[in-house]
């Protein structure tokens, strides 16, 4: 009877509580700079005044901390192992945001039983509450490990390069985003071009291959200019927007953020919790990482 009442009561805070809406930054191919674009996009909505929380799932090339110059001492993987509880994982990082390491436990996730991923649902459903805004920075490609998170986000954010190879990789993860769900906004982030011209012209030629063959349509985030100041800071460890607030990607990163916050919303009250929505689309995908 009393395990019966305490799920009862974990459901009821569930749906008492509002979820935070989920950004997920993901690209078909590795090396386009999805990483450093999801820290950026945190910061900039942490100076808008959103609670952000990003997490970091990259299970191969996982190096938010790294971008943000900071040791996070524990991740998921030590949740899994029961050494920590998982509010004690996330670590405060700089310019207000905080950070959940997932990295190489993703995999793990994937394989867990129920009853081990309800408990993590739990666990997270008593702080998640507390932030507007979660940002996922997931792995490269169509492998579970990046799909469970893709599909269960509110708005997907497709970071593409003028590199052919990111650009057909990025088209063959927007077909099995389509496949199976046929709503979830994909917005474009054309990166390291050029001009913006260029990006603009690359997205157009985007969209109209996911019109004429796919269907459907692609939601134009922006494009950010090569520039080597962001190559500098991520060699320093200090992210762009903090530490050269007035510089052109900057302000290219920052309209992005606006167009992102001033996109229509889901119903909060309508929203799965974060694991819920994990463990609902953690079967969908390839076997192999092309990452």
Do not use: C, W
């Amino acid at each position: 009877m009393m395990n019966n009442l305490k799920r009862f009561s974990l459901s009821a805070l569930k749906l008492d509580k509002n979820h935070p809406e989920i950004f997920v930054v993901t690209s078909g191919k590795g090396g386009v700079g999805k990483s450093n674009i999801s820290v950026n996009l945190a910061l900039l909505m942490s100076r808008m005044k959103k609670n952000v929380l990003v997490i970091d799932a990259d299970i191969h090339l996982g190096n938010v901390d790294l971008l943000m110059g900071i040791r996070p001492k524990h991740s998921i993987a030590d949740v899994i192992t029961g050494k920590i509880e998982l509010k004690d994982v996330v670590t405060r990082g700089p310019g207000g945001i905080d950070i959940l390491p997932a990295g190489s436990a993703v995999i793990e996730m994937l394989d867990l039983e129920e009853k081990v991923l309800q408990k993590l649902d739990d666990a997270f459903s008593q702080f998640e509450h507390k932030y507007d805004t979660i940002i996922v920075d997931t792995g490269a490609g169509v492998h579970h490990s990046v799909m469970s998170f893709v599909l269960g986000a509110d708005k997907i954010i497709l970071v593409v390069t003028p590199d052919p190879a990111s650009i057909a990789d990025s088209y063959g993860m927007v077909k099995v985003i389509r496949n199976t769900n046929l709503d979830i906004p994909i917005i474009m982030i054309s990166n390291m071009v050029d001009h913006e011209e260029n990006g603009e012209s690359m997205f157009k030629k985007m969209n109209l291959m996911v019109q004429r063959f796919l269907n459907s349509s692609l939601v134009y985030g922006g494009s950010i200019v090569k520039d080597n100041l962001i190559q500098y800071s991520v060699q320093k460890q200090k992210p762009v927007s903090l530490f050269y607030p007035n510089s052109v990607p900057v302000n290219s990163l920052r309209m992005i953020t606006r167009r992102l916050l001033n996109m229509p919303i889901t119903d909060v009250k309508k929203r799965d919790s974060f694991f819920d929505r994990f463990m609902n689309y953690k079967d969908v995908g390839i076997e192999s990482d092309n990452g």
